[in-house]
Every structure is written in structure tokens, then in C-alpha cells.
């Protein structure tokens, strides 16, 4: 059984900074991709950035320059950067692992989100 374990959301003034951090449990064989989407109420999950197994990284062009995505192998973990946020950034923010179990296939599995209020 594989989980991902969202942490780090809370509330942060607008300029402010907040890091989420992501674990995947589980007898994992291998991962591959891992991200962070978000989502605010009544509107579609959308990707935040994403990063694959040897570093390289992919961003919304809303966050470029302000966010950071960057993984721990050994420990599945991934994490997301986030500084000078804005009111608009406000969401729950999902992680997702793109990963195997010993004799599987890769899918793709998601954590339950932790929310993220940019507020003064």
C-alpha cells in the first residue's frame, strides 16, 4: 500500500514564504515523477511544478521566479518552495508520486492536500 503525506500549509501574509513537504510510505520500487498541483473551490486542480527522477523541473508561469520544487530520493520526499506569495496562491495544494510497487506498474498516486491561505 503506497500513501503521500502532505505537511506545511497554513496561513501566510501576502510576501510571505511557506514550504510543503511531501513523503511517500509504502514498499516503494522506484518513483518517477513528482509534483504539486492545487486547487481552489469550484475551479480545476491545476500544476504548480513538477520534477522528475534526475532533477529537472517544469513550473505554472504563475509561480515561476517565486516557487521552488525540489526532491530528496532516498527519503521520497518532495518539497515545495514558496516565497512571496499572494492572495492568489490560496488553495489546497496536492502532492502526487508517480510510482511502483515490486512487481507493478507505475501510477500515479496522490496525497489529500494540505491547504495553503495567503491572507492579511
Known amino acids: 500500500q503506497v500513501q503521500v503525506v502532505e505537511s506545511g500549509g497554513g496561513l501566510v501574509q501576502p510576501g510571505g514564504s511557506l514550504r510543503l513537504s511531501c513523503v511517500v510510505f509504502g514498499s516503494i520500487f522506484g518513483i518517477n515523477d513528482m509534483g504539486w498541483y492545487r486547487q481552489v473551490p469550484g475551479q480545476q486542480r491545476e500544476l504548480v511544478a513538477t520534477i522528475t527522477s534526475d532533477g529537472s523541473t517544469n513550473y505554472a508561469d504563475s509561480v515561476k521566479g517565486r516557487f521552488t520544487i525540489f526532491r530528496d530520493n532516498p527519503k521520497k520526499a518532495v518539497y515545495l518552495q514558496m516565497n512571496n506569495l499572494k492572495p492568489e496562491d490560496t488553495a489546497v495544494y496536492y502532492c502526487?508520486?508517480?510510482?511502483?510497487?515490486?512487481?507493478?506498474?507505475?501510477?500515479?498516486?496522490w496525497g489529500k492536500g494540505t491547504l495553503v491561505t495567503v491572507s492579511s
Open positions: 502526487h508520486a508517480d510510482a511502483r510497487i515490486y512487481g507493478g506498474s507505475y501510477q500515479r498516486y
